[in-house]
T-cell receptor, first 112, second 116 residues
């Protein structure tokens, strides 16, 4: 069965510092991978996605993610975090029937 | 990008009543929509797949008679929580995938249900 692991429940970074959120997946076939962001009480916004091709994908708001098949990982990065990036981030893998399997989420706190 | 709306955004109801939540794809057609439930500080749990013109497909452990899903048109799916109880209080989110190829899903803003 498909699964997604986000090892870090909370991460705190200083404003302007770099960020990396970890995501590992388990899926038998070529995965479709997504990162979503959720602000409190809001729905999910897609940051970026990987379907095929270049393993380094660029997203909105200055985020990028790198697909590493050998490590079954799809880590999210941002070189310089802004206070407005504080939110919860979900990694997801696209499963059979276009369903999404989500990780548990990582809450990002930004220190000023 | 495509837009998905949900109505209402918040609802408070008494125990034993039923609540209907609407999910609409505003600028595209969706033969399939998904309903998720999110508990506080938890991830999203897929409840069911809503299929236009046919019965919904429920995930294991989700009560079909409790959570009624109707996909009335290519742009509208509804989730009705029947005989709601406090344990049904949660954040409900719908999503709809784009058509063709590997699909990206667009999420509604969510509905906060509180059952007193």
């Amino acid at each position: 069965a498909q699964s997604v692991t986000q090892p870090d429940i909370h991460i705190t970074v200083s404003e302007g510092a770099s960020l990396e959120l970890r995501c590992n997946y388990s899926y038998g076939a070529t995965p479709y991978l997504f990162w979503y962001v959720q602000s409190p009480g809001q729905g999910l916004q897609l940051l970026l996605k990987y379907f095929s091709g270049d393993t380094l994908v660029q997203g909105i708001k200055g985020f990028e993610a790198e697909f590493k098949r050998s490590q079954s990982s799809f880590n999210l990065r941002k070189p310089s975090v802004h206070w407005s990036d504080a939110a919860e981030y979900f990694c997801a893998v696209g499963a059979y029937g276009n369903k999404l399997v989500f990780g548990a989420g990582t809450i990002l706190r930004v220190k000023s | 990008g495509a837009v998905v709306s949900q109505h209402p955004s918040r609802v408070i109801c008494k125990s034993g009543t039923s609540v209907k939540i609407e999910c609409r794809s505003l600028d595209f057609q969706a033969t399939t929509m998904f309903w998720y439930r999110q508990f506080p500080k938890k991830s999203l749990m897929l409840m069911a797949t809503s299929n236009e013109g046919s019965k919904a497909t429920y995930e294991q452990g989700v009560e079909k008679d409790k959570f009624l899903i109707n996909h009335a048109s290519l742009t509208l799916s509804t989730l009705t929580v029947t005989s709601a109880h406090p344990e049904d209080s949660s954040f409900y989110i719908c999503s709809a995938p784009t058509s063709g190829g590997p699909r990206e899903q667009f999420f509604g803003p969510g509905t906060r249900l509180t059952v007193l």
